[in-house]
């Protein structure tokens, strides 16, 4: 019973440096999220993928990519780090497309705790 | 602009009392609601949800009560255990945005104490 798991779970870069956090359901679920989560702040939504194949925009997508490999696997990608994206980054899935499943609650993976120096 | 509130930052609670938190949201189209618990170095784990079709869910101690008119929801622990010590986020999601995105709060920690 994984369900949504992150790696890594910490990881410490120095600004400039890029680096690609992974996640992987095992649940079959159609959609999937990635999340930041700041002192203070709730869950910002950065990146979404509402099927295989589609990516979108969430609130904060600046300074990130990401790539829906497949229907388990969603990652994220920050291509030149910087100090403003330390935050420990949460991945969810749910089966929540649209229609009767649009009220489906999304499912977190533990989270990846990254600092940028 | 912060669209779903958490207003209390922090609710401490005897073991076997009513814990009740509180969300407010400014977001009219906002028509389902949810509520997850997270414990530290763990991702949030999904508690109750509610649409806007009711004012209340019950899932066993947990009670999610909506009032649309005052755009307000609260979640109620009944009986507060210590294991309920956790930061409680509530989120939203609107239909009419075609995709479920969920806003969610800044959170509200928990202290049940012995």
């Known amino acids: 019973n994984a369900g949504v798991t992150q790696t890594p779970k910490f990881q410490v870069l120095k600004t400039g440096q890029s680096m690609t956090l992974q996640c992987a359901q095992d649940?079959?679920?159609?959609?999937m999220y990635w999340y930041r989560q700041d002192p203070g702040m709730g869950l910002r939504l950065i990146y979404y993928s509402a099927s295989e194949g589609t990516t979108d925009k969430g609130e904060v997508p600046n300074g990130y990519n990401v790539s829906r490999l497949n229907k388990r696997e969603f990652s994220l990608r920050l291509e030149s780090a910087a100090p403003s994206q330390t935050s420990v980054y949460f991945c969810?899935?749910?089966?929540?497309?649209?229609?009767?499943?649009?009220?489906?609650?999304?499912?977190f993976g533990d989270g990846t705790r990254l600092s940028i120096l | 602009d912060q669209q779903v509130k958490q207003n209390s930052p922090s609710l401490s609670v005897q073991e076997g009392r009513i814990s009740i938190l509180n969300c407010d949201y400014t977001n009219s189209m906002f028509d389902y609601f949810l509520w997850y618990k997270k414990y530290p170095a763990e991702g949030p784990t999904f508690l109750i949800s509610i649409s806007s079709i009711k004012d209340k869910n019950e899932d066993g101690r947990f009670t999610v009560f909506l009032n649309k008119s005052a755009k307000h929801l609260s979640l109620h622990i009944v009986p507060s255990q210590p294991g309920d010590s956790a930061v409680y986020f509530c989120a939203a999601s609107a239909r009419g945005t075609g995709f479920q995105k969920l806003v969610f709060g800044t959170g509200t920690r928990l202290l049940v104490s012995p």
């Open positions: 969810a899935s749910s089966e929540a497309l649209s229609g009767r499943a649009f009220n489906q609650p999304q499912h």
């Open positions: 649940m079959n679920h159609n959609s």
